[in-house]
């Protein structure tokens, strides 16, 4: 039964945990290169892609570092709702990228028409944004956000953020036209931290070629000499790639468009009950199916509700940053169940009485 109803880390099954459990091996080797050639393989379905998906040990943070340093000529356009789209944006500042922010009102999506109205002004190169907001539980249209960038700035590069959204939602790498796709390991995928994912186009890994700085670690170009070969440049995280592949087969035997649908199935549910009881932060009709953001209208202690909630095993998530106490959040991501919600929602309701 699940019992971390917070966005990351999610609650890993007990195959997962224990594929980690086997003797180590050498990186440059025969063995290692099957893992990794496995996994590649896998990958590429749950990310939709016939390209490359590199596998990075870092969080997802490290491969939002990644995109900027790689795919960013002369400025990036950064479109923030909610603090991880923030975060991104500092990302690109720190690594002494030139950035420009979009912002839109917390709760809001970003949508196609504001994005038109910025890059319309000129000098972007590309374009950072994230799927699924997980402190406002808002999820942005990146198929009709790419279509757009595709059709009226052709040479922008289209870096998304999925660290809280793949595996949970579809999100079409090759089909959408999306130069950069990120993910973590911790998040839909149900996978313990450590690891990243990025899904990267042909054209970004050209473009990376002639940007200088690209540092060390998160080189694309990097990257790719050793993908070839179904390797790492330096020592990967292998215990968790034994985790990953055991996840990954758990992940395409329920089968992608049926995994889609639970969280789908999920999220409804809890929404209905949040709009009985609550109120809902994000705006309609772009809901999160991953995580909800519920607006605490009845003053609830969050922080009294967690710890009830403890004392049963579980955990949700307060408001990120200053939602903290206005809004408290529910995931329902990964491995949980209908059952698993049911007890939650149940539990929350007798702490309400
Ligand atoms: C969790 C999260 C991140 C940060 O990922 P780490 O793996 O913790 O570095 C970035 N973006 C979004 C949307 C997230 O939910």
């Not at 870096?159 to 993910?183: C, K, N, R, Y």
């Not at 200088?212 to 440049?233: A, H, M």
């Not at 909630?309 to 408001?319: A, C, E, N, P």
Request: aromatic share 8%; with cysteine.
């Amino acid at each position: 039964m699940a019992k971390l109803f917070i966005p990351g880390p999610t609650d890993v099954h007990p195959d997962v945990l224990a594929a980690q459990n086997r003797p180590m091996m050498g990186h440059r080797g025969a063995d290692f290169e099957a893992l990794f050639a496995k996994i590649q393989s896998k990958l590429r379905q749950v990310f939709f892609t016939q390209s490359r998906v590199y596998i990075s040990t870092s969080s997802g943070t490290g491969l939002q570092e990644a995109a900027v340093r790689n795919c960013v000529a002369r400025k990036v356009l950064c479109c923030v709702n909610g603090a991880f789209s923030q975060r991104w944006y500092e990302v690109a500042a720190a690594n002494g990228k030139e950035a420009t922010r979009l912002d839109v009102e917390w709760g809001q999506a970003v949508k196609p028409e504001l994005i038109d109205a910025e890059l319309a002004k000129g000098g972007c190169d590309a374009l950072a944004i994230v799927h699924n907001e997980t402190s406002t539980g808002v999820v942005s249209p990146i198929e009709d956000i790419a279509a757009l960038v595709h059709d009226r700035y052709p040479d922008v590069t289209i870096m998304v953020d999925a660290v809280s959204s793949l595996g949970g939602m579809p999100i079409e790498f090759d089909g959408w036209g999306l130069d950069v796709l990120l993910t973590s390991s911790q998040k839909c995928l149900a996978v313990p931290p450590g690891l990243s994912f990025a899904a990267v186009s042909d054209r970004a890994l050209a473009k990376a070629k002639e940007i200088p700085n690209r540092g060390l670690y998160f080189d694309f170009v990097d990257l790719e000499k050793y993908l070839i070969k179904n390797q790492t440049p330096s020592t990967p995280a292998i215990s968790l790639m034994w985790a990953l592949d055991a996840a990954l087969d758990r992940i395409l035997a329920e089968g992608l468009a049926a995994r889609f649908d639970r969280h789908a199935q999920l999220a409804k549910q809890v929404r209905e009950w949040a709009q009985d009881r609550f109120d809902l932060f994000a705006e309609q009709g772009y809901r999160s199916q991953t995580v909800t953001c519920v607006t605490n209208t009845r003053g609830l202690e969050v922080k009294s509700l967690n710890a009830f909630l403890k004392s049963k095993g579980m955990q949700i998530s307060d408001g990120y940053g200053n939602l903290k106490g206005r809004t408290f959040r529910i995931a329902h991501m990964g491995e949980i169940q209908r059952r698993d919600i049911d007890e939650l929602l149940a539990l929350i309701d007798e702490f309400i009485n």
